[in-house]
Structure formats: C-alpha cells, structure tokens
C-alpha cells in the first residue's frame, strides 16, 4: 500500500477490535460534495438497506472495468471458454472491492448484559477494563461518554474476547459500510465516508474512493483516506489521550471476496504467483511504502474457434486475503492507496511472454508509488475533464433536475465502458458485466441453470446494439470513441469473410454475436442480416461527421465493398417461378383451419398452388413459442395463397428472404421493412462513396436500392413490417420506427405518421426501452411534442432503477424476461435514451454535406445545450431556451471554417469569439462557408 501523511512519533490509543464503538449515525453531506450535487453530477445514497447487486454502479474506463462492490474485474477483449457453450468475459479478481471492518457490538452490550461503571480510579490498561470490571470503548475512557459497559472481569484479555466474540459477523459489503455514499460522474470516481465521532471535540472521516484511472487505463485504484484533522488535541485528565503510552488508534480492512487468485472460486486464468521480495523499497518524508506487493500472470484456459489464449499479468498493492491494519493519526489527513495495474496482449498479433507482461506491470506500479495519491487522482480528475479533447463534453439540461441527473448517469455509465483507444467495442450490459456469474453471484453456466440465452448480460458479446444504438449516441461528442468501434469491426472483418463464405456468399457477414475471433459466439448465426446494414451505416454517420477522407477510403470503402458484395450474393432476384411447396412435417401440430397438411404424400401438394411462407404469417402475431427460422407451411387454400402473394418476390423486384427482423418475434419472414430499407441506405451512400473517392460506375450500388422491394400497403397508405405480415403483429421491439430515424428513409409525413401510430399500438410491453427513444426522435421530427414527449419518458420511467440510476434491460425485479435473464447496466437502452436527447430534442442530423439541428426542448426544461459538439474538427456548442438558439465555435476546424443559416437566411461565420444566434424552431444548416 501507498500511505501519504504518516509521521511517526505521533500515536493514538485504541484497538481496532472496538473501532466499531464509535458512534456512527448518519454523517452530513461531505461539503466537498455539495457542489457536483447541485449540479446533478453525483448521486448520493445513505445505505441503510443493502443495495441489490444489480443496481450497483460501474466503475471503468473503457479499459478495465468493475461493479462496486464486486468481486469480479472485466478486460475489454478478454474471453474464456472453459468448457461452456458460449465465450464469456475472462474474470480478473476483484481487488477493488476492500472494505473496512466497522463491527458495532464492542461497547453497545446488549441490555441483560449491561451494568453501569462507577466513577474513576479505573484501570485503562489495554483499553478494556475499570476497576468496576466493566468494559467500555477505550476511544472514550470516560464512563460518562459511553456509560453502559461489559460486565466482567477486570482482566483485559476477558473484555477483549468479549469484544471479539460481539464481533463475529460476516465483514459489511463494500457497498454497505458507509453512511453516505455516492458515484461523482463529474471526477469518474465512487465514494464511500463514515464519520466516528469519538468525542464531542473529535471525529474521524474514513473515505474510501474507487476509480479506474481514466489516463492510465491499466489502473484500478481503491484509495483509504482517514482524516483525524479535527482531533489534534484531545485531553483525559490532563493528559494528552493520543500519545498516551504511545499506542496507535489502527482500522482494518477486508481483501475484497475473490481477490485471491489462488482460491478456488471461478478461475478464468492458470494464474502462477511472481516473487517480489524487495522488488521496491522507497521512503520519504512524504510517502512511506512496505514492499508488501503481489504479481500474477496466467493464460485464458481455452480460446473460441479461430481465436487464441489471452496473456494477462498484476501487479497490486491490495491485500489478498484477510485483514491489514491501518494507522489513525490525530491532527492528520492520511492516505492509504492500493492501486493494482492489469496488463494483456489481447491488441497484440501474436501473444506476448508472460515475462514481458510481468515487467510491465512493475515498471507502472514503481513509477506509480513515487506520486502522492491525490496527485494520481487529481490526473484522474484532468483526464476526465479532458474527455477525449472536447473538454466541454456534457449534456446540459435546466430546470428538470430529475432529468439532468438521469442524462448525466447515462453518459457516465457509457463512458465507463468506452475509450478512443480501446478497439474492442461494447456490449449490451458494457464492460462491467459479462462474466459466467451475474453480478448477485448466479452461476449462468447454461447446463447448470438453464438459461435459454443471455447469461450474464450476454457474456459480454458484441452485438448490432454497439452499431445503431450506442455508436451514435457517442458519436455527436465523441467520434474517436465512434471510430474505436467501428475498428472493432475492421479487425474481425477477416472472419466476417468467412461468415459469409460458410454460407454460399461474397462479402462479410459479422455474427451477430461475437467476441474476441469475430465468429459467432453461440455455435450457430441467426438472420438478423440488418446488422450488416447496421454496420454500414455507421460508417455513413462517422463519415458524414468528420469527413475525413483517408478514413473513408482506407477503412469504410473495403468494409463497404464487402457489405455490398454480401448483399449481391444475399438478395433473390424476383421471378414468377418463385412459388414453392413445402411438404408438411407431422410432428408440427399448429396448422391453421386455412392451411392443412398433406401428411406423406408429397405428389398432393405439388398438384396444388402452393406458396412458400414463413411460419410466422400463420399466427396470426400470437407467436410467443415460435424460434428458428425458415419454417413454412404448406397452403392448399387457393385463396388464401392469392392473399399472401405479396410474400413472394414480384417481377423485376430484389428482395431478402427469410431473414430475422429487429422485432425477434418474427423470423424466417421476407422483406423485413428495417432490414431492407436500411441496406438501401447503405447502397445509396455506397454510390456517393464511389463518387467522391472517383469509383467506376458509382450509380450501380443506387439502381440495387432503387430496386430493392419495400413493402407498402397502399390501401392503408403504411408500410408494413414485412411482406405478407399479418394484421395485428406482436412487435418486441423498434422495427418500423427506425425507418425516419436512424436510416432516412424518405416518405410522406402522412404515410411515417401511420407507420408510427401503428407501431406503437402493438409494441409489447415486455420489450426494451429503445423503441421509445426512436419513437420520441421520430414524433418530434414531425413537431408533434406532445406525443415525442411522452414516449420520452416512457423511455426510461420503468428501464432506469436504483439510486444510482442504473439502466435495466427490462424493469426490475423480473429475473427474467424475453426468454432470458435480463441484461443490467443496459447501455443499448442507454444509448437510444441519450440519441432520443441529442438527435431528438436537439434535432441533430449529419448528412452528406452539411450538418441540421432543430432544437425544442424537453418537457418542464428551461434550457438545454449539446456542449462538445464536434463536426468537421470543429468544437461547437448548441444551446436553446424557449426563444432562441445559440450556437458558438469553441475550436475552429482544421480542414474549413464553418458558417451557420436557416433556410434561405444569412450566412453566419462561426468563430471562437461570437455567438450566433436564431428564433427557435428554425432548422439551421451549418456547412463549409462559401468560398
């Protein structure tokens, strides 16, 4: 450990088996809190009550991460099989999680034990007795402070048995202990403060801060501060209580459960133990350090198909295993810091030696111990504020209070899991969840427990949420965080190859969920193909943000050129031979009175006109039971095969067959509305890449989306969710909504508007809280405010929990829902919630040349502002009040100097020192100044 302030000399009597007998009740606001408070950047929770493990608060940095609390640390990248079905995050021991022990029993006796102690002479040796036989609380000698005592004999060793015996329960969580707690957004870092009063001219502040260092990403740091500033005197009969007999007041604190990577508990690494005697011996009058270090390194014990073991090497100042005692000193702030640095070759091509990996290790945590501990938070602290360079980088929302501390928790939990330099994406539940066990310590072991899917918030496999629903809620503030996701694609793109080979086709195909390989992760791949849309357009949007032209052509052009070779290959070409029997299979049991089967005579379905159609169609939306995909009937019914002919690839027409829709009830369906639209979002732009990067024969990709089928029904002037859907469809989840927002897909007002009215009349209310968020943005694109109002709140009201704020999969208490063990820390439904806030309420737009905003405000708001808006290089900010817009240049460009108008209006040059100015409601265009 790393100890700031200690000078010795200095002492204070007591024992740490009676610490507990302070009084303890609950401690005011620390007045160094007051302000984040106010300004809705910490969130604060007196724990009276235990918190339920789901709802505890991430700490990470992209990087690294864990629950407080937890016992378990995650990598970013780093997987373990170890026999399972499905890859899963590699547990780290969960050093971080020390807690300190603060029993209540020594001195606080139950009633039929209690005697009063007289009055002095008494026997204060040890602490423990008076001549009474009592035994008391030695941090207050005095029997008028603390009258009711121990009876017993006037041996010390008595009391003391006594006091430990009172003691003997569990060691408090880590969550737990404090009486007030609370999660700073503003510096990244959870604390935890007890205040023990000893006196009424003496209390103790322990403070516990835990953070993971947002600079030096290897770095998970638990600091103890324990501040007896306001006890520099304290006089018992005359004498000086603290240096009396020159004994020390001393606090223990617990190893965090699991952080011994020799135990056998859930080992992800064959760990072997790296010998550090006298490897560090450094004292100053400043800091003190006891070498009292421990270094680990261990290998993955198994890798997935086509992937390879993961090297992982510790080095820490925390304890392992039991207690260690830590010194009080009146009249002092003193600082007790366990930092531990995790080092992997997961970016690596080829592994690195464990050796190496040790060395690095070292080397930080050397380098680390010779910097006063609030000089490594204090550059914590910085690096948080510089967030990515965009040293203004928040939300702003004013006047709703509830909203405010809502907004910033979501960004906070999103940051947590995402760095600029960290290539390896995100999950549903991020970085901090994803192990085997889930974070209130359920074996998700799929034999063991018999969960269908899911795990522990998905094992922490990547999915199409990283793309559409978290990408583009970092990419208005944080594009280089945007860019370190797409990277993650670019660097599986090679198994994405494979993919799409294994199954006839050009081009990639991503699985839908992948780890570390880029294969898919649960043995098998589904046809959620939109995700290869998905992916695309996240190109578009990063592009359309920041122009940078050498990404464009050295990243975006291959990862489209395969996108859209995979679509050629994907898509069936619309002929009239397109009809199909399908011979019944007897062991179904769910024909429907139209349809019937034509048990094992084969010929008698082939003499009729048969039509080949997704199970789905024939359930009218009751398909609850129904997984796979690509089952179908046969239809002997002429009539109703002529109703369904629009499930059949007309003439001339291009078209994706059975494929599985964002709605995952309905799978094995044609022309899923979002699947199709999408990739032809995807093959428009694609043109436009080609045009700008001089490309033979740009149009081709544009003549495939113009010929791509997007089913319409013209008699209710909607689209439908997909070619032959049924008429009340059991939606799960956005499917239709996405069609405006995200992928543009133009339309009449009056046609989005049914689109929309019918959606939401049949989203489930199983489902998550995306299909709000979109439906808010989509709503307010039409400037009908009271409806995006209300399907904003109805985006976080029953998803985001806890006093913390956390985001929930599906609202708690469910342990299951959508046929699963719910994701927590949910950052998918955190991403549509914070795109809801910029896109929505902000009305950002980044098109091909130019980017919009048209803000309004949220419900009971007086302002709101988009602070770091980055464009073109260009560093604006966006603020907007009842009346106005105000949009300012902070950081010019590099590439061109920006200009700002609404339609047909001036053209306003933005610069670092004026302000611009418009009435709100007006659409403003900023782009390139004219030349």
């Known amino acids: 450990m790393l100890v700031v302030g200690l000078q010795l000399g200095v002492a204070v009597l007591i024992s740490v088996w009676c610490l507990g007998d302070l009084h303890n009740s609950n401690v005011d606001m620390p007045p160094d809190w007051a302000d984040a408070v106010n300004a809705s950047d910490m969130l604060i929770r007196y724990p009276t009550t235990p918190l339920d493990a789901r709802l505890r608060p991430t700490i990470g940095n992209g990087a690294i991460a864990t629950l407080v609390g937890s016992d378990s640390v995650y990598m970013a990248g780093v997987y373990n099989l170890n026999g399972t079905f499905e890859p899963y995050r590699a547990r780290l021991p969960g050093l971080a999680a020390m807690s300190p022990v603060l029993p ?68 408090p969580n880590a969550n737990e202990w404090a009486d007030i707690e609370g999660l700073d957004m503003r510096r990244a870092a959870f604390f935890q403060v007890k205040q023990l009063n000893a006196s009424s001219d003496c209390s103790i502040r322990i403070e516990q801060r835990t953070y993971a260092h947002r600079n030096q990403t290897s770095l998970l740091i638990t ?146 111990i010779l910097t006063d501990p609030d000089v490594v938070f204090a550059n914590h602290i910085s690096a948080v504020a510089a967030d990515d360079d965009s040293s203004r980088a928040v939300l702003e929302v004013q006047g709703n209070t509830g909203l405010a501390r809502i907004v910033n928790a979501t960004l906070y939990s999103l940051r947590a899991s995402l760095a600029p330099d960290v290539e390896w994406s995100t999950s549903p539940g991020g970085l901090s969840t994803g192990g085997r066990f889930t974070a209130d310590g359920t074996d998700t072991e799929p034999w063991k427990q018999g969960y269908a899917e899911g795990g522990s918030s998905y094992y922490g496999h990547v999915f199409w949420d990283a793309d559409v629903w978290i990408l583009p809620a970092m990419l208005p503030q944080h594009p280089n965080i945007a860019r370190s996701m797409i990277a993650y694609r670019w660097r599986t793109m090679s198994a994405a190859q494979a993919n799409a080979h294994a199954e006839g086709n050009n ?30 357009m996240a190109l578009r949007a990063y592009f359309r943000q920041t122009h940078n032209h050498t990404w464009l052509e050295r990243t975006a052009w291959p990862m489209l050129g395969n996108i859209t070779a995979f679509f050629r290959t994907r898509v069936t070409h ?74 059949v690839c007309p003439p001339g027409r291009l078209c994706l067959d059975h494929v599985e829709s964002p709605n995952e009830y309905a799978s094995g369906i044609n022309n899923d509305i979002y699947t199709n639209t999408a990739f032809a979002a995807v093959l428009r732009w694609t043109s436009v890449v080609a045009g700008i990067l001089g490309k033979a024969n740009p149009n081709q990709y544009a003549m495939l989306a ?62 998550p809280a995306m299909t709000h968020s979109m439906l808010t943005i989509d709503w307010l694109q039409m400037q009908n405010k009271s409806a995006g109002d209300a399907e904003f709140v109805a985006s976080y009201e029953n998803n985001i929990v806890g006093p913390f704020l956390q985001w929930m999969e599906c609202p708690l208490p469910p342990d299951f829902c959508q046929g699963h063990r719910p994701a927590t820390n949910f950052l998918t439904g955190a991403g549509g919630f914070i795109q809801a806030v910029i896109n929505g309420y902000g009305g950002l737009r980044f098109n091909d040349d130019t980017m919009t905003i048209a803000p309004t405000l949220a419900l009971n708001t007086t302002r709101m502002a988009i602070h770091a808006l980055s464009y073109r290089n260009a560093i604006l900010h966006v603020a907007w009040n009842s009346a106005n817009v105000t949009v ?27 302000a611009v100015s418009f009435p709100i409601g007006e659409t403003i265009t900023i782009a390139p100044c004219p030349h």
């Open 706 to 767: 113009d010929q791509l089928e997007i089913p319409f029904n013209a008699a209710l002037q909607r689209h439908e969710e997909y070619s032959g859907a049924p008429k009340d469809l059991r939606i799960k989840q956005a499917t239709m909504t996405m069609v405006p927002y995200p992928v543009e897909f133009p339309m009449p007002e009056q046609v989005q508007r049914h689109d929309l009215v019918y959606e939401a009349a049949h989203i489930g209310t199983e489902g």
């Open 223 to 368: 600091d103890f501060i324990l501040d007896a500033a306001a006890c520099g005197t304290l006089h018992v009969d005359g004498s000086d209580f603290f240096n009396e007999n020159n004994r020390q007041l001393e606090l223990q604190v617990s190893a965090g459960r699991g952080a011994d990577p020799t135990e056998p508990y859930v080992q992800d690494f064959n760990w072997s133990y790296v010998s550090t005697q006298n490897v560090v011996e450094y004292s100053s009058h400043r800091v003190q350090y006891s070498s009292n270090m421990s270094v680990f390194a261990g290998t993955t014990w198994e890798c997935e198909k086509s992937g390879r073991r993961i090297n992982v090497a510790f080095a820490t100042l925390a304890p392992l295993t039991g207690r260690i005692n830590l010194t009080v000193l009146p009249g002092k702030r003193t600082v007790y810091s366990f930092p531990t640095v995790f080092i992997n070759d997961v970016d690596e091509e080829a592994p690195l030696e464990l050796t190496t990996l040790v060395a690095t290790a070292l080397d930080i945590l050397k380098k680390l």
């Open 888 to 914: 300012e240049c902070v950081e010019d460009g590099v590439s061109a100097h920006l200009c700002a108008s609404v339609s047909g209006g001036e053209q306003h040059s933005l610069s670092p020192i004026i």
């Open 104 to 171: 209540n029993a020594c001195g606080v006796p139950s009633p039929e034990k209690r005697i009063r102690c007289g009055s002095p002479p008494y026997e204060p040796n040890d602490g423990c007795t008076t001549a009474q036989g009592c035994c008391y609380s030695p941090f207050s000698p005095d029997p008028k402070s603390l009258p009711w005592c121990y009876a017993a004999s006037n041996t010390s060793s008595n009391c003391k048995n006594k006091c430990f015996a009172e003691q003997s329960t569990p060691t």
């Open 507 to 536: 081009g990639t195909k991503w699985a839908w969920e992948s780890a570390f390989s880029g294969v898919t992760a649960t043995g098998g791949d589904c046809q959620e193909i939109h995700l290869q849309a998905g992916i695309g």
């Open 574 to 647: 619309g002929t009239h031979s397109s009809w199909e029997c399908v011979r019944f299979n007897a062991s179904e049991n769910r024909a429907i009175s139209t349809c019937e089967a034509t048990g094992t005579n084969p010929a008698a379905c082939q003499q009729q006109t048969c039509l080949r159609v997704p199970r789905h169609v024939w359930t009218d939306g009751k398909n609850e039971d129904f997984h796979g995909c690509g089952n179908c009937w046969c239809c002997v019914n002429k009539t109703v095969a002529q109703s369904l002919s629009d499930a």
